[in-house]
Structure formats: C-alpha cells, structure tokens
C-alpha cells in the first residue's frame, strides 16, 4: 500500500515537472520570436543534415542539379544560425513559394519576400511577397549582395546574403 | 586563332605581396566558364590578403584588381562589333562575367558593355520575359549613375515594373564627394554634392538593413553624450549598389531623424575610404582622416568609437 502512494506520488510530482517545463518551452518560444522558432524547427541547422536532405526527395529539387549543388555548398551554418548563402540560383529559376520551402529547410523562409526577381504565379507566391505575416521581414537584418567576412561587418559579394547570425 | 596571353599581377603591401598568376583566356565557351572561376579566385585572394593587414593599413580595393584583370583580359573581346559575332551562348557567359566585374567595379564602361550585350540579345529576342535580367540591368544603370539609358531601358519594356526610382539633379557640383539625398522621404532622390564641415567629423559608412550598423546605431542612441555629438557631427553613408531598399532607408531615415542616411553617388568620390563594409567608421579632423575601424560586434566596440571622437576633439 505504502510503496503504490509512492510511486503515485512521483508519477503526479514528474507529470506536474514535464508540464512546466513544457510551459517554459512554449513562453520562450513566444518570447524568441517566429525567425527564432523557425530555427528551431528548421530540419538542417548543420551542413550535413542539409546535404543528407539533398540527397533524397526534398523541395530542394525544385533546382536544376547545379543550381542545387551551389546552393547546399553555399550555405554557411554558424552557431548562431544561418550567416549567409548564395541566392541567386533561387531568384533565377523557382518561384516565391518554392524558394520558401527551400529557406524553410535552414529556418531562413523570412527571407523569401526579399528575393524580389523570385516568380510569382500562383496566389501562395503572392501571399509570401507581398502579404503580411510572421515570416515577412520586418527587422531589416537581412542584407543581399552582402557576406560576412568579419565579426561584425557585411562586405559587398556579390549574390550573398549577411544575415544578423554572424 | 586562340591566343592565350599570361600576366602576372602583383600589388606590394607594406611588409608582403599578394601575387597570382592568371590566364588571359581565349574566347572559347570552356574559357569562359573558368573567367568566372579566375574573377572568384581574384575577390577571394584580395580579401584574404585584406583580412591579415593590420587596421591601420589602407586595404587593397578588389575593384581596383578586378578592373585591371578587365582591362588586360576582357575589354578587346567586347566591342559593339566583336558582340555582333558571339553565339547567344557566348553572348550569355560575357554577360554573366562583366556583371560580376560589374558589380564591384560599378564603372560606366562596363555598364555599356553589359546594355549594349542585352540590347543585342533583345536584337535576336532572346530576353525579352527574362523579368530579373532586366531588373538587375536597370540597377547596374542605376549603380553606374546612367539614369538616361536606364529611362530607355524601361520605355523598351512598359510591360515590366521597374522601381520608379526618380533621380534630380541639384546642379551642385562645387564639391567632390556626392550623395543622393531623399527628397519628400519618397522615390525622388536629389544628386547634390558636400564638403566635410571643418572640426571634427565622422563618416560611418553603413546600410539600415545591415543587423551591425543597426546596433552601432542602438548603442549611439543610448548613449547621451554620443548621440549629441553624432547627431550632428555625422554622415551615415551608404555604398553605392545596384540594390537600393529606398524604402527601408525612408522607413529607418523616419525612425531616427538626428542620423539620416545619405547614399553616396560614388565610392571613388571617397578616395580616403578603403572599405565599404558596413558599419566602418571613418573620423575626420579639419577634413584630414585621422582615424578609422570597421565592424560593430556583437559586443560593441564602444573603445574605438570613443578613441576616434576623442582624436577628432568631439569628446
């Protein structure tokens, strides 16, 4: 008898531990901001899972083969985040919703309204480019046509992107 | 005949010699695939070379090294008469090759290089639905400040939504270093020309939509005595571009009256600054340089920010 109140004790004290943190969880996510959350959930946060992702069925096939091969090997993961990548093959050959699934892969589909030559044809493209949302930018912390080279600094390069994770 | 030329570029530095060895290709479709690799490897070794010198050091323009490889290995291939004879595949990897040259050389000549073979294209309808080819065309007519050509180029293609931009002359050309002013916080952007007040003075080369200048800006405003003298002892200066954001400028301009961004009409109107990353800070004493940094971290770089104002006598 003694030993069941135990256990049923432990099981209502690690239940009452799980929602808590599981409660912190969702009022940091909240509090870090939907660019933040889609680092979070972005599936590649490191250069292999991305490569790994190339390699099978992926929204990334939208490119042609090269163009796909440049944009994996352009892409720069740091601790912070994504800290820049190569986007001129997504203007040139995909539309708005298709580059946006692509950027959602490395948490970076906030700056599909940016690529501002991206095609749009159908109303999701037109959502994306020109809608307000969560994922539109709004903190002006992604800079085209500029890399970061140096702590601190974005420098002219041409086709890069400096992003604030640097 | 193929010829195939070699020159060996070098630049001396201070105390060692960035060298490398390039091939002046010949016209062939396999050759121009590796001018791009050869212009690549150029930004690359001088940004390299760059990242060891010194911050005191004046600091090689790739520009400057991408124009002399231009002009040794590419200006005679594309003349208006040697254009008409390309294939339309060689047409296209021209382009792709002047407009990375382009894109940090900014000159005109390349600019009419990079007109001239689109018009041809357009010639033998190869590009009139090509939207972003255009787009990017008017921005490097805008970024070589060629609004005439660039006002052609949209009355060409009516059925493509160019930015709008309007640019007006002030007729101000006393002075050396230009800008593009806002006019009304609309698309209407003023050419007008400054000379550096006497004093103390700071230029901050910076972009509204670069996250580190946006922190140096926070942590000027924060800081009273900072923000008094910056506020009106400051040029926020954008690098010239292909790409604008007139918008984000207006927006950021609205946001922060006391330190209004300015366009500057030409890089080589500042011949004193050697970079164009953002945010670099340049601090001028009676119009003479007399201290520079780059970059605003993460953790700041409140120091050298107070260093320079001090050697400049605005602190």
């Known amino acids: ?166 | 005949m193929k010829l195939i030329i070699t020159f060996f570029f070098s630049l001396s530095f201070s105390n060692a010699v960035l060298a490398y060895e390039l091939d002046c290709r010949d016209s062939s479709l396999s050759s121009l695939d590796k001018v791009e690799r050869d212009i690549g490897d150029i930004i690359e070794s001088v940004r390299k070379k760059n990242a060891l010198l010194p911050q005191k050091e004046k600091k090689v323009r790739v520009s400057e090294v991408l124009e002399d490889y231009f002009n040794k290995c590419l200006r005679d291939s594309l003349s208006n008469e040697e254009l008409l004879k390309y294939s339309n595949i060689e047409l296209s990897k021209y382009y792709l090759n002047v407009d990375t040259i382009h894109f940090y050389v900014g000159s005109k000549e390349l600019a009419i290089v990079l007109n001239n073979i689109v018009l041809e294209q357009v010639r033998r309808k190869g590009v009139e639905t090509n939207r972003a080819k255009l787009l990017t065309l008017e921005g490097i007519l805008i970024q070589s400040r060629m609004f005439k050509d660039r006002d052609e180029l949209v009355q060409i293609f009516p059925q493509i939504k160019f930015s709008e931009l309007e640019f007006i002359d002030s007729g101000n050309k006393l002075n050396k270093k230009r800008t593009l002013n806002f006019v009304d916080d609309s698309n209407r952007l003023m050419i007008d020309s400054m000379t550096l007040p006497k004093g103390g003075y700071v230029v901050v080369v910076s972009h509204p939509l670069c996250h580190f200048s946006q922190n140096a800006r926070g942590f000027i405003r924060e800081n009273k005595n900072i923000y008094g003298v910056m506020g009106d002892k400051s040029l926020w200066l954008i690098p010239n571009s292909r790409r604008m954001y007139v918008d984000k400028v207006v927006e950021a301009n609205l946001n922060e009256e006391k330190l209004p961004y300015v366009y500057a009409y030409s890089n080589d109107d500042w011949s004193e600054i050697d970079y164009w990353g953002t945010p670099a800070f340049y601090f001028y004493l009676n119009r003479e340089l007399m201290f520079r940094f780059s970059g605003w971290p993460e953790e700041g770089n409140k120091d050298r920010l107070v260093e320079g104002l001090k050697k400049v006598g605005l602190l």
Not at chain 1, 32 to 57: C, D, H, M, V, Y
Not at chain 1, 75 to 83: I, L, S
Not at chain 1, 121 to 137: A, R, V, W, Y
């Open chain 1, 1 to 166: 008898m003694k030993k069941v109140v135990i256990s049923s004790l432990i099981s209502v004290i690690l239940g009452l531990l799980v929602n808590v943190s599981l409660a912190a969880d969702k009022d940091n996510l909240n509090k870090s901001g939907s660019k933040e959350l889609a680092w979070e959930l972005a599936p590649a946060k490191t250069f292999e899972a991305l490569e790994t992702i190339a390699q099978r069925r992926s929204p990334l096939d939208a490119l042609s083969l090269d163009a796909k091969k440049r944009f994996v090997e352009s892409v720069v993961f740091t601790e912070n985040g994504v800290g820049g990548f190569d986007y001129r093959d997504l203007e040139l050959e995909l539309t708005a919703t298709e580059i946006y699934k692509i950027l959602s892969l490395i948490g970076q589909q906030h700056v599909t309204p940016s690529l501002k030559k991206a095609r749009v044809k159908s109303e999701s493209d037109e959502i994306i480019m020109f809608g307000k949302g969560p994922n539109t930018p709004g903190g002006g912390d992604f800079l085209l046509d500029y890399y970061c080279y140096q702590r601190g600094s974005c420098e002219s390069s041409k086709n890069k992107a400096c992003t604030s994770n640097c």
